[in-house]
């Protein structure tokens, strides 16, 4: 165990600011600037893994749908056949099948990493001496999450689009109902339900952030929030819970789905990001409160 006494509640970091407050240039603002996080992320190879998975995701699927064998005639017609039908439907596609799990694990992933990887690696207690203010850090962090989570999430549809127009043409989309949107129109919807989902995950991202001020193993931080979102889907499917499934946070996560309509109705995707932002400010403020009076060994 080492020899140096924990910084509880940044008293190695007070010591530091100590003698750092006589130097006029020290400013506590200007501490690890989101540029430089960023670019330091962007240099971590699960990023890099991260976004290229994602990108490769649309041609994968492509590439299946091309050796998968043609259904019978006057067989069913199902999602996979819809997805074929043009470039936009290629795209919802791609979000339903992955909205409800795989970008579940990339947000829980870059939010997860964030304090507990710095942690694990012994190098948490040299940023708090740096100086770095408690509260910056890890806000400083959290918006680069946020930026990468983001771009993630945007990335997979957008290279949907592209490989499915390449692949199936510029069609309109159709709804499994039979509504039909021209392909500029079909293009921003899928682009405004990838921001929803985004929104709708910030909870995850928070949830995540809160298990990693709490553990030192970045894995587990992101095992637990994925573990609680699968929970939380599969409660969702158990009719007999009745209204209490509203309050579950994956409970509107599919809601984007109104936006494939011609007539949007936008209400239950309004309680979906109430819902999810209501539950994200709770789990902030408690991985705030968490590490601001955490021992960091």
């Not at 064998?69 to 056949?81: A, I, K, Y």
């Not at 439907?89 to 579940?104: E, M, Q, T, W």
Request: aromatic share 8%.
């Amino acid at each position: 165990m080492s020899d140096l006494p924990p910084t509880h509640r940044g008293q190695v970091g007070a010591f530091a600011a100590d003698s750092a407050a006589t130097s006029p240039s020290y400013r506590p603002h200007r501490t690890l600037p989101v540029r430089v996080e960023l670019i330091r992320q962007l240099r971590r190879r699960r990023t890099v893994v991260t976004f290229a998975l994602l990108a490769l995701l649309p041609v994968i699927l492509w590439i299946a749908f091309s050796l998968a064998s043609e259904g019978p005639p006057g067989g069913s017609f199902n999602l996979v056949d819809l997805a074929k039908q043009s470039g936009p439907n290629f795209a919802v596609f791609a979000l339903f099948a992955s909205a409800g799990f795989l970008l579940v694990v990339v947000v829980a992933l870059f939010f997860g990493d964030t304090v507990a990887a710095e942690a694990s690696w012994s190098s948490l207690r040299y940023l708090l001496a740096a100086p770095i203010p408690r509260a910056r850090l890890l806000r400083q962090k959290a918006i680069v999450a946020g930026l990468l989570a983001l771009a993630a999430v945007v990335l997979l549809p957008v290279v949907s689009l592209i490989v499915g127009s390449l692949a199936y043409g510029t069609g309109d989309l159709v709804s499994p109902a039979g509504e039909s949107l021209g392909f500029l129109t079909a293009g921003g919807r899928v682009l405004l339900g990838a921001l929803y989902i985004a929104v709708q995950l910030s909870w995850v991202a928070a949830l995540a952030l809160l298990l990693s001020v709490s553990t030192d193993a970045p894995l587990g931080a992101v095992g637990g929030a994925v573990t609680v979102s699968i929970v939380s889907q599969i409660l969702d499917q158990i009719t007999a819970l009745g209204e209490l499934r509203n309050w579950l946070p994956t409970h509107d996560a599919t809601a984007w789905s109104a936006l494939l309509a011609q007539q949007v109705d936008w209400s239950e995707m309004t309680r979906g990001v109430f819902s999810a932002l209501t539950y994200t400010l709770v789990f902030a403020a408690l991985a705030t409160y968490r590490f601001l009076h955490k021992d960091t060994l």
